[in-house]
Nanobody, 125 residues
Framework: QVQLVESGGGLVQAGGSLRLSCAASGRSFSAYAMGWFRQAPGKEREFVAAISWILGQQYHADSVKGRFSVSGDNRKNTVSLQMNSLKPEDTAVYYC??????????????????WGQGIQVTVSS
């Protein structure tokens, strides 16, 4: 059983920063990639950022490029999301995801098999 646990969400004013962290645990589990998605009220879940250790690449959605930065540790199955210059439109529930699917589109929701329960990020104007 693989579990993903997120931490670090909360309430911040516009222009502020938050750092989300996620740790995956499970017997003999080793992720090929981990990422972050978010879902705002009334909207579909959307890709935010991901890191692929099998491809050695990082991915960021256009809406967060230059403001958010994804990082991770393959040996520890952890991923973090540093969020700077936050905007009210970044308000959403953020979900951590992990996958052992190789050479896939790591910006796609369908690539990920394991999900955290989500953590609220609220940016006030």
């Amino acid at each position: 059983q693989v579990q993903l646990v997120e931490s670090g969400g909360g309430l911040v004013q516009a222009g502020g920063s938050l750092r989300l962290s996620c740790a995956a645990s499970g017997r003999s589990f080793s992720a090929y990639a981990m990422g972050w998605f978010r879902q705002a009220p009334g909207k579909e879940r959307e890709f935010v950022a991901a890191i692929s250790w099998i491809l050695g690449q990082q991915y960021h959605a256009d809406s967060v490029k230059g403001r958010f930065s994804v990082s991770g540790d393959n040996r520890k199955n952890t991923v973090s999301l540093q969020m700077n210059s936050l905007k009210p439109e970044d308000t959403a529930v953020y979900y951590c995801a992990a996958t052992r699917r190789a050479y896939r589109d790591y910006t796609s929701f369908n690539t990920y098999d394991y999900w955290g329960q989500g953590i609220q990020v609220t940016v006030s104007s």
